[in-house]
């Protein structure tokens, strides 16, 4: 058993400590942290959407009539019909058949994917879910590797981390000409890329493709909770098979409103998505001429590595002391010498003052030593190698429907 006071001590000296910081007010452009106004350039609420009026005013309204809670799982207390109409919307304005909302993203995430790979299947996904998951020569070795073994591929279509986006056409024709099942997460592009803010699938053309596309309605729909969309049986099967959802309480009914409400006006306003894309455009401008780079991100999401995380750390807070606020991710959310500072921006933004905040991020560097031109390009992650993948056996342990926890091992 560790001791919590000399790990955390441990965690302090590496220079890996974390608070939490208090903002006051809602998530927004700017925001009051710890009492001090800021810019913020860490929050995934793209479209700005999430204090906006009507999505106020969709959730209290919510609250008045439906409370503030579902009561329980939705295969033990039934649906409501507030979820169910988002239901309905969601899968209309994805295309798709139908779709499922889950409690979270994650929640989403573990059950469709432990719905979906049975004992003994391969999980081809990166543990950190980077785009080094989607080396396309080496994905097809390993799917030519597999050997008539039930295979599913998972990949991010806009990667969390450093917004690069996966060769999502090449991923379908190898899904495709292997037979296998294909899980794509939308999650940061829906509202940022693609048709009426659709998605990179919606973009490229290959919705009809995918299995089941993953979204979020935390982030551009600046709510709670996340969706599976796909067709009408592999809904039906979900309900029966995605424990995180059998299991797991439905999201509260404002939650919901107020994401019925931001999709709304997202339908509306496909001026949002285009704003979004103008201001990424402008802060990336910004930072490229203060020096830094950005790891191949043509998107929303970017991050510029330091490297060393007690030097990350200082740049974060050099920055904050400028009035900018620019999230430091150090281990273990990144790997060792993976340090970076993560900025994302939204559609609420202003151009000019993303590109004062460039200006203000490259000075904060220079002030305690980081030199944006050795902004670090972090190396691969490491690949399995063909003889690691032959000794991977199928378990044999007789399982039931919901029987997932091995997956990890899996994958």
């Not at 989403?108 to 989607?134: K, W």
Request: glycine share 10%.
């Amino acid at each position: 058993m560790i001791e919590i006071e000399a790990r955390l001590g441990e965690l302090k000296s590496l220079g890996l400590g974390r608070r939490v910081r208090m903002v006051s007010g809602p998530q927004g452009p700017h925001v009051v942290l710890d009492g001090k106004p800021v810019l913020l350039l860490g929050s995934d609420n793209y479209l700005g959407l999430a204090d906006h009026p009507r999505v106020r005013e969709a959730a209290a309204e919510a609250a008045m009539r439906w409370g503030v809670g579902a009561g329980a799982a939705r295969p033990v207390s039934g649906t409501m019909t507030v979820h169910r109409r988002l239901e309905e919307r969601l899968a209309a304005f994805m295309h798709r058949e139908s779709a499922l909302v889950f409690g979270s993203g994650f929640l989403a995430n573990a059950g469709v994917i432990a719905a979906l790979a049975r004992p003994g299947d391969i999980v081809f996904s990166d543990e950190l879910n980077h785009a080094s998951l989607i080396d396309v020569e080496h994905l097809a070795w390993g799917l030519g590797q597999a050997q008539g073994r039930g295979a599913l591929i998972v990949s991010e279509a806009v990667f969390s981390m450093d917004g690069d986006v996966a060769p999502l056409e090449d991923i379908v024709e190898l899904a495709e000409r292997h037979r296998v099942r294909l899980l794509i997460d939308e999650s940061h592009a829906i509202g940022a890329l693609g048709p009426d803010g659709r998605g990179l699938l919606a973009e490229l053309g290959l919705e009809d493709h995918v299995d089941v596309i993953l979204g979020t309605l935390e982030k551009s729909l600046g709510s709670y909770g996340a969706f599976a969309a796909c067709d009408r049986t592999m809904t039906q099967y979900l309900l029966n098979a995605a424990r995180t959802l059998i299991f797991s309480t439905a999201p509260s009914p404002p939650a919901i409103a107020g994401a019925a409400a931001a999709l709304a006006l997202l339908e509306e306003r496909p001026r949002l998505v285009a704003r979004l894309q103008l201001n990424a455009a402008a802060l990336c401008e910004g930072l490229e001429q203060e020096g830094f780079g950005l790891n191949g991100s043509s998107t929303h999401i970017m991050s510029v590595v330091v490297g060393d995380p007690a030097l990350t750390l200082r740049v974060c807070e050099a920055a904050l002391s400028r009035g900018l606020f620019a999230q430091a991710l150090v281990p273990p959310a990144v790997p060792d010498l993976g340090s970076r500072l993560r900025l994302t921006v939204m559609a609420s933004h202003h151009a000019e003052e993303l590109q004062a905040a460039a200006r203000v991020l490259g000075k904060a560097a220079r002030e305690v030593g980081f030199d944006p031109h050795s902004t670090v390009v972090p190396e691969p992650y490491l690949e399995i190698e063909a003889e690691e993948f032959e000794e991977m056996e199928p378990e044999v342990e007789p399982a039931g429907l919901f029987d997932y926890e091995r997956i990890g091992r899996a994958a």
